[in-house]
């Protein structure tokens, strides 16, 4: 179904929404595909798309080129797609993964890992992260968010808690 706006003193006819979509949807796909390479990708950002303009339709359909402007509403959703991505982390071909070192009696491990846990939040990421991914305090800051001297903070005061809380647990209060 079309519906006739008055633009003026013209009359443009303007498709209802699922009528241009059936008429345009083939298009957009194929445009979509050549942006992402895949055709799960190109439905997504095709979707993505379609579903932000149903609600702008009204306004859209009396562009001067509604085909140009949802067909730049398809590249944005493709951008917005790989941004977020980027920000996720990468696959690598190969994880360097630590052995457990060989001395550590599995209770050990148990006890440091319960007390891990104990330590708030922001605490706990940058200790892991600073000992258990061997990251330095930079890299920390970056993946984090925060400044380098939060997180050495952050890294000093989950320490400090961690031998508090072992030494508590075997009984060596005497510092």
């Given at each position: 179904?079309?519906?006739?706006?008055?633009?003026?003193?013209?009359?443009?006819?303007?498709?209802?929404?699922?009528?241009?979509?059936?008429?345009?949807?083939?298009?957009?796909?194929?445009?979509?595909?050549?942006?992402?390479?895949?055709?799960?990708?190109?439905?997504?950002?095709?979707q993505d798309a379609l579903s932000r303009a149903l609600p702008r339709w009204s306004r859209i359909s009396?562009?001067?080129?509604?085909?140009?402007y949802v067909r730049r509403m398809v590249v944005n959703a493709n951008v917005t797609r790989w941004r977020?991505?980027?920000?996720?982390?990468?696959?690598?071909?190969?994880?360097?993964?630590?052995?457990?070192?060989?001395?550590?009696?599995?209770?050990?491990?148990?006890?440091?890992?319960?007390?891990?846990r104990a330590l708030p939040p922001d605490q706990r990421t940058a200790v892991v992260l600073r000992f258990?991914?061997?990251?330095?305090?930079?890299?920390?800051?970056?993946?984090?968010?925060?400044?380098?001297?939060?997180?050495?903070?952050?890294?000093?005061?989950?320490?400090?808690?961690?031998?508090?809380?072992?030494?508590?647990?075997?009984?060596?209060?005497?510092?």
């Amino acid at each position: 179904m079309t519906t006739l706006i008055e633009a003026g003193r013209t009359r443009v006819q303007v498709p209802d929404f699922d009528s241009w979509v059936a008429a345009r949807g083939p298009a957009l796909l194929r445009l979509a595909y050549v942006l992402t390479g895949n055709a799960t990708d190109a439905e997504d950002v095709v979707q993505d798309a379609l579903s932000r303009a149903l609600p702008r339709w009204s306004r859209i359909s009396r562009v001067e080129d509604p085909d140009a402007y949802v067909r730049r509403m398809v590249v944005n959703a493709n951008v917005t797609r790989w941004r977020a991505f980027r920000r996720r982390e990468l696959p690598v071909d190969t994880v360097i993964d630590r052995p457990v070192p060989s001395g550590v009696a599995p209770e050990e491990r148990d006890r440091l890992w319960r007390a891990c846990r104990a330590l708030p939040p922001d605490q706990r990421t940058a200790v892991v992260l600073r000992f258990y991914e061997d990251l330095d305090y930079a890299e920390i800051a970056a993946l984090t968010g925060v400044r380098e001297g939060s997180v050495r903070s952050r890294v000093s005061r989950g320490i400090a808690t961690l031998r508090h809380e072992l030494r508590h647990d075997l009984g060596d209060d005497d510092e």
